[in-house]
């Protein structure tokens, strides 16, 4: 059983940075794959970025690369989100996610611990 709690987000101006951190209970975190999902309104949730629980591999999607870096401290049982160069369109509630997977699963279904959520706004 997994639990997480994300935090960092809030209202920025584009081209500003966000760090959004996710602290995750439980003594196995470090062998869960982990990942960051957004929904806009009106839009179905999408996925961002992901880390494996072991080689460190990450996986984008094509809007953020570049830009966002996801991260892991498995002695802080914590993924981290750094977010530069925002923009507009990265405004959503951004989600952490847990799945018990070798790899970096893209997909919603694949995750099986979800967090609350974090608001992040961009303003232009």
């Known amino acids: 059983q997994v639990q997480l709690v994300e935090s960092g987000g809030g209202l920025v101006q584009a081209g500003d940075s966000l760090r959004l951190s996710c602290a995750a209970s439980g003594r196995t975190f470090s062998r869960y794959a982990m990942a960051w999902f957004r929904q806009a309104p009106g839009t179905e949730r999408e996925f961002v970025a992901g880390i494996s629980w072991i080689g460190g591999r990450t996986s984008y999607t094509d809007s953020v690369k570049g830009r966002f870096t996801i991260s892991r401290d498995n002695a802080k049982n914590t993924v981290y989100l750094q977010m530069n160069n925002l923009k507009p369109e990265d405004t959503a509630v951004y989600h952490c996610?847990?799945?018990?997977?070798?790899?970096?699963?893209?997909?919603?279904?694949?995750?099986?611990?979800w967090g609350q959520g974090t608001q992040v706004t961009v303003s232009s």
């Open positions: 996610a847990a799945a018990q997977s070798v790899g970096v699963p893209t997909r919603e279904y694949e995750y099986g611990y």
